[in-house]
């Protein structure tokens, strides 16, 4: 049984040049979620998926950041034109859409720096 | 608006000493869950326990230990015999409601470090 797994581990870039990362959830959860941590803070929410629907994005998303999830499996996370305050560790989740069994369970994380 | 303080930054213990993380939360759910995660220096956030609002009783797993109060807003979590292996970041978090995201909202985690 494989968790979450997130590509790449770490990605250095430039200022003004666009990334992207991926997360591949666990097989049968439909929910999927990506959250922003800084050094020495706790998880912050993005957006998440229900299936290949994205349902909620959070104000801290701007309008660089675009998320999909193509036929409800993997997601994909891009940043266009990064910016030095972009630099975090970007965690993926998932879960089962039921709330009866809600744990999300999360992936290794990608550290992004942008110089 | 929801909120979990992790009013504890740093707490540093000897091996085998028993240590208690505090976590208060502000919620204006009725059913709400809360969790506890744990990030060792690998960074991977381990999930350790969810607890819903209507169960308030405590739990032990091994050398774990939570204590939910409403009375209280608390969901505290006590590591007793402590070993090195449990040095890392601990997170509380709360989801507040059974529709729509259900997403996590952490507290700012407490560094635990067992030292030898």
């Known amino acids: 049984d494989t968790g979450v797994s997130q590509d790449p581990r770490h990605k250095i870039t430039k200022r003004g040049q666009n990334v992207t990362f991926r997360c591949d959830p666990i097989?049968?959860?439909?929910?999927l979620y990506w959250y922003r941590q800084t050094l020495g803070q706790g998880p912050e929410f993005l957006t998440y998926?229900?299936?290949?629907?994205?349902?909620?994005k959070s104000r801290l998303l701007s309008d660089r950041f675009s998320a999909e999830r193509p036929k409800g499996s993997f997601s994909t996370l891009e940043i266009q034109r990064t910016e030095q305050g972009d630099s975090a560790m970007y965690l993926c989740?998932?879960?089962?859409?039921?709330?009866?069994?809600?744990?999300?369970?999360f992936g290794p994380g990608t550290r992004l720096t942008v110089l | 608006a929801q909120k979990v303080t992790q009013a504890q930054t740093e707490i540093s213990v000897v091996e085998k000493e028993d240590v208690t993380l505090d976590c208060v939360y502000e919620?204006?759910?009725?059913?709400?869950?809360l969790f506890w995660y744990k990030q060792p220096p690998s960074g991977e956030l381990v999930f350790l326990i969810r607890?819903?609002?209507?169960?308030?009783q405590n739990e032990i797993s091994g050398r774990y230990s939570w204590n939910f109060q409403k009375s209280t807003s608390s969901f505290n979590f006590t590591i007793t015999a402590s070993q090195v292996v449990d040095s890392a970041v601990y997170f509380c978090?709360?989801?507040?409601?059974?529709?729509?995201?259900?997403?996590?909202?952490f507290g700012q985690g407490t560094r635990l470090t067992i030292n030898p």
């Open positions: 989740a998932s879960s089962l859409g039921d709330f009866r069994y809600n744990e999300q369970f």
């Open positions: 097989s049968e959860h439909n929910r």
């Open positions: 998926f229900q299936n290949e629907a994205q349902l909620e």
């Open positions: 919620t204006r759910d009725t059913t709400y869950y």
């Open positions: 607890r819903n609002s209507f169960d308030e």
């Open positions: 978090a709360l989801t507040g409601t059974i529709q729509g995201a259900q997403k996590l909202v």
